[in-house]
């Protein structure tokens, strides 16, 4: 086999196998569509977060504006307490309001973000006060069926 | 009588015990003598391109073709199961997921150690047969810097290259399948894929386990080969011994590193 | 002790020693319970040919790997060219292998490259000659083994004798002071076993170099060599030149050059006696 010939056909795979990596980055995944690597830390407090994942969304009307990063629960207020990243180019009023919400009956969990109407932002670090917890289909089952029994009693 | 037989069979297998102790321990030693031979290996970089046509482009038809099945097959069945929830949209990112993380870098390292890695144990060893390593020894050429190295380092480099190569034709075989055949939009085939599939911790990540399972196949495929009894027969059984091998040293590594990697993602 | 290395270790072995290999007292064993070489003692005058026989699996080939520094003896020493091969480290191991030549039994070519290229691997790897002069270099030894014109052929596309003058060729690349030929004449027909065997003379003598040839071949060595060591069960029982081998009435010797089945070197290998094995005086 003579030299150039196995320089052609290397050069070739290589750049058949960078254009590959390069098409899965790009093309499969999220490389150019995500920079929510590079963004500022906030926190929130929810008493149930229901099925909420690492790396779930965190949207704003439906965009996606960042991901979520820790879960933890506090040992004190026994409330989970969730650390997303937030694109930097999207800045939030001080009093959003973040909810768990499901898209669709068995959609994927995210986080929602709902803006005020505070002219002050969250800065990196920051909390979010309001929220709101994710709806546990049990419970509500469960209520409505407790709340149907008393109706009945009542009667 | 059964005690004897008991006592025997204990001893078999001490003695088993103590060879592939003894082995692993040689083998660990050799993987340092092929990394402190690299650099002077490495400095004739011809040889390693050499080793990389024979490990990476002569792999390529097989990998491109058992990708493009793989990805096509992959859409066939997974629509089947997604389109009983109505899900079917979602086919993209099963595809990209399952190629990416899983079958990708796993398929890829078995096809490679049965194509590459048997070749180049088949090579090696032959070499040692009929004294070719002994002759160079003899020239002052160390066979370590100028036979295993090259070879080591071609698997090394071409194995993440022809992964990538073979997810992205089974992307492309499903793609075939799922949009063009059965007839899932195009737009939510590679959105759905796009806004699942992260760089980071699935293209990254797949990258370092084919290049785990790079490293792993190369090794093997060099230690045996090198390591060959001199016959005919002590050749074959190495060459056996580096499929078998490696292809259960990939599915271990595979779960190990699959442990490591997603247990932040909600796999576990 | 070796001295200190100098910037060219090449210099360090001489080549106007008048002794180019000296064995005394060597033992060596591929294990600890067997000792294949008991007490080797052998002087290789410079400039000579020098043939050391005996049968198939009685230490030959170890001897050249302990000469070579592939193998380390076990008590005993191995001087080449003045210098003791077992205490060099491993620079001076690999300066020693540039100046020793060695045919492997059969060639060992390297069977992925050329005959031309399988020649210029030595002077590739050692020294940074101009491509020009690489060429000019192999073609004379391919020329000095009559075989310019196989130079684009495989090593697969040779034949037995012509593998063997190859690896003659390459042997004889960088110039050395010894070459050591393990069995040349293994395996040949009688026609390529005459030119392998004037071959190794008429280098030897033209390029003013010492060989030490291994082999069984009792009838082609004495037609070439200055001197035979006789070897067996790890010792020398033998020696002379060839006209003294020739009228010698040692019980070995005689064996070995006649060719006969039984003698010193007996036909059956050490067994219980004939009866127990057939169980005869079972019977009744």
Request: aromatic residues 8%.
């Given at each position: 086999?003579?030299?150039?010939?196995?320089?052609?056909?290397?050069?070739?795979?290589?750049?058949?196998?960078?254009?590959?990596?390069?098409?899965?980055?790009?093309?499969?995944?999220?490389?150019?569509?995500?920079?929510?690597?590079?963004?500022?830390?906030?926190?929130a407090a929810f008493s149930n977060i229901g099925g909420l994942k690492l790396?779930a969304?965190?949207?704003?009307?439906?965009?996606?504006?960042?991901?979520v990063?820790?879960i933890r629960l506090?040992?004190?207020?026994?409330e989970a307490i969730v650390?997303?990243?937030?694109?930097?180019?999207?800045?939030?009023?001080?009093?959003?309001?973040a909810s768990i919400?499901?898209?669709?009956?068995?959609?994927?969990v995210y986080v929602?973000?709902?803006?005020?109407?505070?002219?002050?932002?969250?800065?990196?670090?920051?909390?979010?006060?309001?929220t709101q917890s994710a709806?546990v289909?049990?419970?509500?089952?469960?209520?409505?069926?407790?709340?149907?029994?008393?109706?009945?009693?009542?009667? | 009588?059964?005690?004897?037989?008991?006592?025997?069979?204990?001893?078999?297998?001490?003695?088993?015990?103590?060879?592939?102790?003894?082995?692993?321990?040689?083998?660990?030693?050799?993987?340092?003598?092929?990394?402190?031979?690299?650099?002077?290996?490495?400095?004739?970089?011809?040889?390693?391109?050499?080793?990389?046509?024979?490990?990476?482009?002569?792999?390529?038809?097989?990998?491109?073709?058992?990708?493009?099945?793989?990805?096509?097959?992959?859409?066939?069945?997974?629509?089947?199961?997604?389109?009983?929830?109505?899900?079917?949209?979602?086919?993209?990112?099963?595809?990209?997921?399952?190629?990416?993380?899983?079958?990708?870098?796993?398929?890829?390292?078995?096809?490679?150690?049965?194509?590459?890695?048997?070749?180049?144990?088949?090579?090696?060893?032959?070499?040692?047969?009929?004294?070719?390593?002994?002759?160079?020894?003899?020239?002052?050429?160390?066979?370590?810097?100028?036979?295993?190295?090259?070879?080591?380092?071609?698997?090394?480099?071409?194995?993440?290259?022809?992964?990538?190569?073979?997810?992205?034709?089974?992307?492309?075989?499903?793609?075939?399948?799922?949009?063009?055949?059965?007839?899932?939009?195009?737009?939510?085939?590679?959105?759905?894929?796009?806004?699942?599939?992260?760089?980071?911790?699935?293209?990254?990540?797949?990258?370092?386990?084919?290049?785990?399972?790079?490293?792993?196949?190369?090794?093997?495929?060099?230690?045996?080969?090198?390591?060959?009894?001199?016959?005919?027969?002590?050749?074959?059984?190495?060459?056996?011994?580096?499929?078998?091998?490696?292809?259960?040293?990939?599915?271990?590594?595979?779960?190990?590193?699959?442990?490591?990697?997603?247990?932040?993602?909600?796999?576990? | 002790?070796?001295?200190?290395?100098?910037?060219?270790?090449?210099?360090?072995?001489?080549?106007?020693?008048?002794?180019?290999?000296?064995?005394?007292?060597?033992?060596?064993?591929?294990?600890?319970?067997?000792?294949?070489?008991?007490?080797?003692?052998?002087?290789?005058?410079?400039?000579?040919?020098?043939?050391?026989?005996?049968?198939?699996?009685?230490?030959?080939?170890?001897?050249?790997?302990?000469?070579?520094?592939?193998?380390?003896?076990?008590?005993?020493?191995?001087?080449?060219?003045?210098?003791?091969?077992?205490?060099?480290?491993?620079?001076?191991?690999?300066?020693?292998?540039?100046?020793?030549?060695?045919?492997?039994?059969?060639?060992?070519?390297?069977?992925?490259?050329?005959?031309?290229?399988?020649?210029?691997?030595?002077?590739?790897?050692?020294?940074?000659?101009?491509?020009?002069?690489?060429?000019?270099?192999?073609?004379?030894?391919?020329?000095?083994?009559?075989?310019?014109?196989?130079?684009?052929?495989?090593?697969?596309?040779?034949?037995?004798?012509?593998?063997?003058?190859?690896?003659?060729?390459?042997?004889?690349?960088?110039?050395?002071?010894?070459?050591?030929?393990?069995?040349?004449?293994?395996?040949?027909?009688?026609?390529?076993?005459?030119?392998?065997?004037?071959?190794?003379?008429?280098?030897?003598?033209?390029?003013?170099?010492?060989?030490?040839?291994?082999?069984?071949?009792?009838?082609?060595?004495?037609?070439?060599?200055?001197?035979?060591?006789?070897?067996?069960?790890?010792?020398?029982?033998?020696?002379?030149?060839?006209?003294?081998?020739?009228?010698?009435?040692?019980?070995?010797?005689?064996?070995?050059?006649?060719?006969?089945?039984?003698?010193?070197?007996?036909?059956?290998?050490?067994?219980?006696?004939?009866?127990?094995?057939?169980?005869?005086?079972?019977?009744?």
């Amino acid at each position: 086999m003579n030299r150039s010939t196995i320089d052609l056909w290397v050069g070739i795979f290589v750049a058949l196998g960078l254009g590959a990596i390069l098409f899965l980055s790009l093309k499969v995944g999220n490389l150019l569509t995500t920079t929510t690597r590079e963004g500022y830390h906030v926190e929130a407090a929810f008493s149930n977060i229901g099925g909420l994942k690492l790396r779930a969304p965190a949207k704003a009307a439906g965009v996606v504006v960042g991901r979520v990063e820790k879960i933890r629960l506090d040992p004190q207020t026994y409330e989970a307490i969730v650390t997303f990243v937030i694109d930097p180019q999207y800045k939030f009023s001080k009093d959003t309001i973040a909810s768990i919400n499901t898209s669709g009956l068995l959609g994927e969990v995210y986080v929602g973000l709902d803006a005020g109407g505070d002219s002050e932002m969250i800065a990196d670090g920051g909390r979010i006060a309001k929220t709101q917890s994710a709806v546990v289909l049990e419970k509500l089952i469960s209520q409505f069926l407790f709340d149907k029994a008393q109706q009945e009693g009542g009667k | 009588m059964p005690a004897s037989v008991l006592a025997d069979g204990l001893r078999r297998i001490g003695a088993g015990t103590r060879r592939s102790i003894a082995r692993l321990g040689f083998a660990a030693r050799f993987f340092v003598a092929v990394l402190t031979h690299s650099p002077a290996g490495l400095r004739r970089i011809r040889l390693t391109l050499r080793e990389i046509y024979f490990a990476g482009v002569l792999s390529l038809v097989i990998i491109l073709v058992s990708g493009l099945f793989v990805g096509m097959v992959l859409a066939l069945q997974g629509y089947d199961v997604l389109q009983r929830y109505g899900a079917s949209e979602s086919l993209g990112i099963l595809v990209a997921l399952s190629l990416v993380r899983e079958l990708g870098p796993v398929v890829a390292g078995l096809l490679f150690a049965s194509r590459a890695g048997s070749a180049i144990t088949a090579e090696i060893g032959l070499m040692k047969a009929t004294e070719q390593l002994s002759a160079m020894e003899m020239m002052a050429v160390d066979p370590l810097a100028r036979v295993v190295a090259p070879r080591f380092w071609g698997g090394v480099i071409s194995m993440p290259l022809l992964a990538a190569l073979f997810s992205t034709l089974g992307i492309f075989g499903a793609y075939l399948v799922g949009v063009r055949l059965i007839g899932i939009d195009a737009g939510s085939f590679w959105g759905n894929m796009q806004s699942v599939v992260d760089f980071r911790a699935d293209i990254v990540n797949g990258i370092i386990k084919s290049a785990v399972f790079g490293l792993i196949v190369s090794l093997i495929a060099v230690f045996e080969g090198y390591d060959a009894a001199p016959t005919a027969e002590g050749v074959s059984s190495a060459t056996t011994r580096t499929v078998v091998g490696s292809s259960l040293a990939i599915l271990a590594a595979d779960f190990v590193l699959t442990v490591f990697m997603f247990r932040g993602v909600g796999v576990l | 002790m070796s001295p200190p290395s100098t910037t060219r270790p090449v210099a360090n072995f001489d080549r106007r020693q008048p002794v180019a290999v000296e064995l005394s007292g060597v033992t060596f064993g591929y294990d600890r319970t067997r000792q294949l070489l008991k007490g080797m003692s052998m002087t290789i005058p410079r400039g000579k040919v020098v043939a050391i026989m005996g049968g198939s699996g009685c230490g030959k080939t170890t001897i050249l790997r302990l000469i070579g520094g592939q193998l380390r003896p076990q008590t005993g020493r191995v001087v080449v060219a003045g210098r003791s091969v077992p205490d060099l480290d491993r620079e001076g191991l690999y300066a020693l292998r540039r100046q020793v030549g060695m045919l492997f039994q059969f060639g060992a070519l390297f069977t992925d490259l050329t005959v031309y290229e399988n020649i210029a691997f030595p002077l590739r790897e050692h020294t940074d000659f101009s491509e020009e002069m690489i060429r000019d270099l192999v073609m004379m030894k391919l020329n000095g083994v009559g075989l310019r014109g196989a130079a684009a052929l495989k090593p697969s596309e040779l034949s037995g004798g012509m593998a063997r003058r190859v690896a003659l060729a390459r042997a004889i690349a960088l110039d050395p002071l010894l070459v050591m030929y393990d069995e040349p004449f293994a395996g040949l027909d009688p026609i390529s076993l005459g030119i392998v065997g004037q071959l190794i003379r008429k280098l030897n003598d033209a390029l003013g170099i010492t060989s030490v040839v291994v082999t069984h071949d009792v009838y082609e060595s004495l037609k070439i060599v200055d001197y035979l060591y006789f070897v067996s069960d790890g010792r020398i029982v033998a020696q002379g030149t060839p006209d003294e081998v020739r009228s010698s009435g040692d019980a070995f010797v005689r064996q070995f050059i006649d060719g006969e089945s039984d003698g010193p070197v007996p036909f059956h290998v050490a067994a219980p006696p004939l009866a127990t094995a057939f169980a005869i005086g079972h019977a009744g």
